[in-house]
C-alpha cells in the first residue's frame, strides 16, 4: 500500500520512503511495523505480536523494538516530519496517532484499480494543493532572499537622508568613531552645509561613485589600519575622483602634509577652527 501524509508518502510494499520529495533510507523493519500498526487500528498492537512478525524466527529483547520505534521517530525528524507518528500505550504495545490516521485517511492512496472517480479527484487536489504551496513557499523564499541581497548591498545606516533646504554644499565626511565630530558637524549645519557620514573606506568610494559631494572630510587611522585616510585618498584618485579631500587629524606632521599634497589632497587640519577656515573657500569655488 502506499501511504500519503502532510509531506510524506510511504510505499510499504516497495519500501520506499519520501519525505519533501527527499528519498529517506529508513531500517526495513520500519516498513514491517507501520503495516501492522495501520492494519490494527483504532487498536494497539501488542509489543509480542510486533517483535514475533518482525523478528520472525530469531530471538531478541524487548529493547529491540523500543530501539526501532525510538529510531523511526528520530529519523522521521531528521528528515523533517515532524507531525504525529506512534503513540506508546504503556505496558501493552504501540499504535497509530490517532491525527495520524485521520491523515491517512483523508489523503489514502489507493491502488488504480480501486481508486473511485471521487477518490482520484481528491488526490489530485491534495497532489496540486501541495505543490502549489511548495512553489509558494518557494517564490516567498527567492523574495525574500533578493530583498535581503539587496538590503545589503544598498544599507547604510549612518548616511543621513536630508539637508539644509538652501544646502551651499554636501560634504562626506569618514571616520570610523562619527561621535568626535559632533561639535564641528553641527556647526557646519548650521551654515547650511550637508553633513553626510560613513565609517569605513568602501563605505565612502561607493557613495562617491553614487552622488556628487563637494568635499570629503577623513580621519587618519581606523581600526587597524593607520593609513585609512591617506588609502582612501589614494582610491579615490585611482578612481578618478576629483573632489577635494581634507585630513582631519590629531597631529600633522611636514611630512603627512606633503604626502596628502602629493596624493592630491587639499590639506591635512588638526583644529576645529582652522578646519572651518578651509571649507568654506572650497564649498564657494
Known amino acids: ?63 529491540s523494538l523500543s530501539k526501532l520505534v525510538s529510531d523511526t521517530r528520530k529519523n522521521f525528524k531528521k528528515a523533517g516530519y515532524h507531525g504525529p507518528l506512534i503513540h506508546t500505550v504503556h505496558g501493552r504495545g504501540y499504535r497509530i496517532e490517532n491525527t495520524l490516521w485521520q491523515l491517512i485517511e483523508r489523503d489514502k492512496l489507493l491502488s488504480p484499480e480501486s481508486v473511485s472517480p471521487v477518490d482520484q479527484q481528491i488526490v489530485t487536489e491534495n497532489k496540486v494543493s501541495n505543490n502549489r504551496r511548495s512553489l509558494f513557499a518557494f517564490c516567498f523564499l527567492t523574495l525574500v532572499i533578493a530583498m535581503v541581497t539587496l538590503l545589503a548591498m544598498y544599507k547604510d545606516t549612518s548616511l543621513k537622508l536630508q539637508e539644509p533646504v538652501n544646502a551651499i554644499g554636501r560634504i562626506l565626511w569618514v571616520d ?19 553633513i553626510y557620514t560613513v565609517q569605513t573606506t ?84
Not at 36 to 50: F, G, H, R, S, V
Not at 215 to 235: H, P, Q, T
Open 202 to 285: 568602501d563605505e565612502a568610494l561607493r557613495l562617491l561613485s553614487l552622488y556628487q559631494y563637494q568635499l570629503v572630510i577623513s580621519d587618519m587611522g581606523r581600526a587597524d589600519d593607520s593609513l585609512a585616510g591617506l588609502k582612501l585618498l589614494e582610491g579615490m584618485r585611482q578612481r578618478q575622483i576629483t573632489t577635494p579631500f581634507l585630513l582631519y587629524t590629531w597631529h600633522a606632521t611636514p611630512a603627512l602634509i606633503s604626502e596628502v599634497r602629493e596624493k592630491g589632497g587639499q590639506g591635512v587640519l588638526t583644529d576645529s577652527e582652522s578646519l572651518y577656515g578651509k571649507i568654506l573657500p572650497i564649498l564657494s569655488h
Open 176 to 194: 570610523d568613531n562619527p561621535k568626535n565630530n559632533l561639535k564641528e558637524q553641527q556647526y557646519l549645519e548650521q551654515h547650511d552645509i550637508g
Open 1 to 63: 500500500m502506499n501511504y500519503h501524509f502532510e509531506q510524506v508518502d510511504m510505499d510499504t510494499t516497495n519500501r520506499c520512503l519520501t519525505i519533501d520529495g527527499c528519498v529517506v533510507d529508513i531500517d526495513e523493519r520500519t516498513f514491517e511495523l507501520f503495516t501492522m500498526l495501520i492494519d490494527a487500528y483504532p487498536n494497539e498492537c501488542t509489543k509480542q505480536q510486533l517483535t514475533d512478525h518482525i523478528w520472525k524466527d530469531t530471538v531478541v529483547s524487548d529493547w
